[in-house]
């Protein structure tokens, strides 16, 4: 039921009462999978869009990831709706104590295990304006069981702040965890004076990821800092 020619009198019926079948079957001639369908813009107003006339477009809620994945562009640290991805250690043991952030990190081993890699690891993701509630979840579900042992600990709980001594540790542990993960992303003085440079490069390729990464670079002190 995509091409008019297919389609009987009945189910023509049928799509002109449905708007999202109405829709899809307006926008027929798009094809996600051809070489022809590039960037697609459609008007929903009410009002034709005349030849020559200015045309705005929003790109929504979207993270710098997203932005230069899909448009080839990314905005600085500001951006309201980007953040920090970094993956942290799920299979810790429940009964060792865990002595140091750095932990909950992978290690080469596991960056190398391909096929178990996202199995034993979780996405957690850090903004530079807000304490990301899910980094305090984990670190919560992973301290707990063998990192404290006060009288209160049976009021602890991962979706919410219940004791302030608790708390203190997680903030800790979560201010050096991000630390530990800047030693491998951030910290090489060489790649950092590399990066300033392309800031500046006239190839595009080059200026963009310098962009982008100094964003994210930006983005991890000031995440340290909120914690």
């Not at 950092?192 to 670079?217: C, G, K």
Request: proline share 4%.
């Amino acid at each position: 039921m995509t091409l008019a020619e297919n389609l009987d009198a009945e189910e023509l019926e049928t799509v002109a009462a449905n708007p999202v079948l109405k829709q899809a079957y307006n926008n027929r001639w798009y094809r996600y999978d051809s070489n022809e369908t590039y960037f697609i813009l459609i008007n929903m107003g009410p009002a034709a869009i005349k030849p020559g006339e200015q045309v705005f477009f929003t790109y929504g809620r979207r993270s710098n990831q997203c932005l230069v994945e899909n448009y080839g562009f990314t905005l600085d640290h500001n951006n309201f709706y980007s953040h920090l991805p970094f993956r942290a250690v799920l299979a810790t043991n429940p009964k060792a104590k865990i002595k140091s952030a750095k932990e909950l990190l992978p290690d080469e081993k596991m960056l190398a295990d391909e096929e178990n890699f996202y199995a034993v690891t979780e996405l957690l993701k850090v903004k530079y304006n807000k304490v990301s509630p899910e980094l305090l979840s984990f670190l919560r579900s992973v301290l707990m069981e063998s990192n404290y042992e006060a009288d209160d600990k049976k009021y602890l709980m991962v979706s919410s702040p219940r004791v302030i001594d608790f708390e203190l540790m997680v903030l800790k542990f979560g201010v050096e965890l991000l630390q530990e993960y800047g030693k491998t992303c951030f910290s090489d003085p060489v790649q950092n004076q590399q990066m300033e440079r392309d800031i500046s490069s006239s190839d595009d390729s080059l200026r963009l990821i310098a962009q982008y990464n100094t964003a994210l670079q930006v983005t991890w002190k000031k995440a340290i800092k909120l914690m």
